[in-house]
């Protein structure tokens, strides 16, 4: 559930609520009057885990079989291949 910031007008007191969307909070916790307007405040959460970083997004395992054809062409004598589309993966285009 988001929380929401709330100013009361009848006392000036602040108040955070945790609230389902839709949900309107309209009594002040301090004053109990129907005095509460919605806040505007910056969202307040943490991205936890893999994946919400640029670098998570990186094909790790490609480029290690990338490195891993070039060292082997280096050893027989052949140029590596040329990058292209399909990453040369013996589909006929080229």
Known sequence: ???YEYVCD???KH???MQKIGEVATECPACHKPALKKCLSAPG???KGSGWYATD???KDKAKDKA???DKAKEEGAAPAAATACGGGGC???
Do not use: S, V
Request: with cysteine.
């Open 1 to 3: 559930m988001p929380i």
């Open 10 to 12: 009848a006392c000036g």
């Open 15 to 17: 108040a955070e609520m």
């Open 45 to 47: 959460f943490q991205l």
């Open 57 to 59: 997004f990186r094909g």
């Open 68 to 70: 891993k054809g070039e």
């Open 92 to 94: 006929g285009c080229h």
